[in-house]
Structure formats: structure tokens, C-alpha cells
């Protein structure tokens, strides 16, 4: 295993996090569309005597077509998120064995904190203890995976 699918780990919880975003961006919209009784208006006019209007009238209605189309979007973007999480489940293994199959226990530990528990650069360090710093953890992170 080499850094791409580290990277390529990260990557897909960054996309995880994303789609529940949008999942709850739209399930939000289409929740104040039924509870605020969303609705489209207009005003059209009656008809004109001459060049006066004979008056006007407010048409109102609610907006279907958007509706079903944010219904849609939501159970495009739940799919979206199965296969996201399936596929994040597969790639934790191969990450989880390649952390174990690390021989030098300090790496093992900062690949751990960094990929598995997702941690900051600055709280690897904090978790290291001792004379740890973010750039030393980081940098010792990156030569050994020079080295692979």
C-alpha cells in the first residue's frame, strides 16, 4: 500500500462528510416546505377594459415540481452515502492492516492517530506525548512513507 490510498482514504471521509451535508441541507428544505406550507405566488390581471385593467387577482400554489425534485435529490444522495460507507468500510481495512504490518511502533502510532482516529497534525503530537511537536510527527510521518 502506498500513500495514494492513505490519501485516497481521507479523501472518501472528506466525501462522506459532504454528502450528510447535503443530505441535511436538502431534508432541511423539504421540511420548511411541509411544515411552512411553502407556496408560489402570483398576481395575474382579470382582463382590460380598453387600457384599464378591470382588476387583478393573487394565485397561489404549492411548488410540486420543485418538491419532488428535492425528494429525488435526497434518495439520490442516501444511495450516494450507502455506497460511500461501503466503500470506506473496505478501504479501513486495507489501512488498518497496512498500520499493523508497520514494524516501528512510534510510525504505527502516529499512522493510527492520523488515518484511524483522523486526527489533526497538533493533536498527533498531543497524543504522542514527550517532546512530540506537529512538524516532527508530520515529518517523520512523510519519510516513512519516502522510504515505502
Not at 94 to 122: K, P
Amino acid at each position: 500500500m502506498e500513500k495514494h490510498i492513505l490519501e485516497q482514504y481521507t479523501d472518501m471521509q472528506r466525501e462522506e462528510k459532504d454528502l450528510v451535508r447535503r443530505i441535511q441541507t436538502v431534508t432541511d428544505r423539504i421540511e420548511n416546505m411541509e411544515k411552512e406550507g411553502y407556496m408560489v405566488a402570483d398576481s395575474v390581471s382579470c382582463g382590460k377594459r380598453g387600457k384599464k385593467p378591470l382588476g387583478t387577482k393573487k394565485i397561489q400554489g404549492f411548488p410540486y415540481p420543485d418538491y419532488s425534485r428535492k425528494r429525488e435529490q435526497l434518495k439520490t444522495y442516501r444511495l450516494q452515502l450507502e455506497l460511500a460507507d461501503e466503500k470506506l468500510l473496505k478501504l479501513l481495512e486495507e489501512v488498518e492492516q497496512y498500520i499493523a504490518g508497520i514494524e516501528d511502533s512510534r510510525i504505527r502510532r502516529i499512522m493510527r492517530y492520523r488515518y484511524i482516529d483522523n486526527l489533526t497534525w497538533v493533536q498527533v503530537a498531543h497524543k504522542m506525548g514527550g517532546n512530540h511537536t506537529a512538524d516532527s510527527c508530520r515529518m517523520a510521518h512523510d519519510r516513512y512513507l519516502m522510504e515505502k
